[in-house]
């Protein structure tokens, strides 16, 4: 880690030099239907190029109306993300759905994952871990209630290809937890803590199903108590990965950096600085972990890359990310991020970073396993349809994640939320880029 700074200084000097590498071909973003105050959505692709993106559509502001309210709605697009249809409520059993992630198994069906409240017997208020499920292509959801057992925030989705596999990983307080269907969600294993808390908050940020059976998990880790004080304290970024469906896990250090309230270099109201981590599994059962990492609490973060199929012996890190920011003369902050992997070798992630200024979503792409990459790209391209919207990018990310899956033959989705400060209002937007031909060293 001491030598991040030399290197992202390095680096964004290279990233300045023109004819470095190959430019992917991008669409233009656009904001879905119906999507304004669209919190944290997620993307999955399933067969035929379907693109199916689900967001919690809400009703006011948390902690602010008393009366705010979330539901989970779905939009679906049949013709490549080119146009969508929706949002469609997915159900309207249960209040304040929210933290949903989304999957397409092999045949097409869609599952989506989420929390939401209930009142049990005795007038409690409970959380509940849910399971959506549509063999309709999106149209209609069966939903039913995986567990209550201390379900605290964050769920992770992960689907087998062939649908019978699902596993989704929670934080909960002793430590995050996994439960495991191998019948496709008909029944379920009792909930199972992977790693003990220790007095640490762990937050699932990725998982994913290898076509070797493996269960890959990324997720940060970081001290509950410095948290609650609102103390800079040090997050690690952990991948972890079970070789026996779930039931044990191996634990792999990946990075770590400095969490810090009010940490951002370039934006000094933000309220807290954070390393994040993506993973993928591609065809060939390697997995693709992106992340961003800072020396300092107020140094920018930069974006790196690594892979492994055994999670044992790591690939070279490589710098993904360090473009130079000139109106601060250093290097672009990244945050969010996202990864995606091909059945063949097509791996590509997604970012956001304030280089011109604001905020940009961004997406780099390797066609060649993440050995070299293609030129960055940017996603979203629009300065107009919205308030928040500027030729130097927009205002602020609403939610906290986004989505991107990899359609054959190659050509990458995104989405994500963009809105106001404080997270006041927002908008669901959407993009594509065609990541094909060859990589130049």
């Not at 290197?7 to 071909?25: F, K, T």
């Not at 602010?64 to 779905?74: A, C, G, R, T, Y």
């Not at 927009?394 to 906290?400: D, I, S, T, V, W």
């Not at 050509?411 to 880029?433: F, Q, S, Y």
């Amino acid at each position: 880690m001491k030598n991040t700074a030399v290197v992202l200084l390095v680096c964004a000097i290279l990233a300045g030099m023109p004819g470095q590498h190959e430019q992917d071909s991008p669409s233009h973003e656009q904001l879905l239907p119906g999507s304004v105050d669209g919190w944290e959505p997620a993307l999955a692709a399933g067969p035929n190029g379907h693109i199916y993106v689900v967001a919690g559509k809400r009703l006011g502001i948390p902690g602010q109306d008393k009366d705010f309210e979330q539901q989970q709605v779905l939009w679906r697009s049949e013709d490549g993300g080119a146009t969508f249809e929706g949002p469609q409520p997915l159900t309207t059993d249960g209040r304040r759905q929210g933290d949903q992630r989304i999957a397409v198994d092999a045949s097409g069906t869609v599952y989506v994952s989420y929390m939401d409240f209930a009142t049990d017997s005795n007038g409690r208020s409970i959380t509940r871990l849910r399971l959506a499920r549509s063999r309709d292509g999106g149209r209609t959801f069966a939903v039913q209630t995986v567990t209550t057992h201390r379900v605290t925030d964050k769920p992770e989705l992960a689907i087998s290809s062939d649908g019978v596999h699902v596993y989704i990983v929670y934080e909960s307080t002793p430590g995050p937890t996994v439960v495991v269907s191998h019948d496709g969600g008909s029944t379920w294993t009792e909930p199972l803590i992977i790693v003990p808390s220790e007095g640490r908050h762990f937050w699932p940020e990725a998982l994913a199903v290898a076509p070797d059976g493996a269960v890959w998990l990324a997720v940060p880790s970081m001290s509950d108590s410095d948290i609650a004080k609102r103390k800079e304290t040090t997050v690690t970024l952990h991948v972890f990965r079970s070789r026996d469906r779930g039931r044990t896990w191996q634990d792999f250090e990946m990075s770590r950096s400095p969490r810090s309230p009010n940490g951002c270099p370039h934006d000094q109201a933000c309220r807290v600085k954070t390393p994040g981590i993506g993973l993928a599994v591609d065809g060939r059962s390697r997995a693709h972990v992106v992340y961003t990492e800072g020396a300092t609490a107020h140094q920018p973060y930069g974006l790196f890359h690594q892979s492994s199929s055994d999670g044992v012996t790591w690939s070279t890190r490589q710098v993904v990310s360090a473009a130079p920011r000139p109106q601060s003369a250093d290097s672009a902050d990244h945050h969010y991020v996202t990864v995606a992997a091909s059945q063949d070798e097509r791996v590509c992630t997604t970012w956001v970073d304030d280089r011109r200024g604001a905020l940009d979503v961004w997406a780099r792409c390797s066609t060649d396993a993440g050995r070299s990459w293609r030129a960055e790209t940017l996603l979203s391209d629009r300065s107009d349809g919205a308030s928040y919207k500027s030729a130097a990018g927009f205002k602020a990310f609403f939610g906290h994640y986004g989505g991107a899956a990899i359609v054959p033959p190659g050509r990458l989705h995104a989405v994500w939320g963009a809105g106001e400060p404080g997270h006041i209002t927002g908008g669901v937007w959407v993009n594509n880029v065609k990541v094909a031909g060859g990589t130049r060293r």
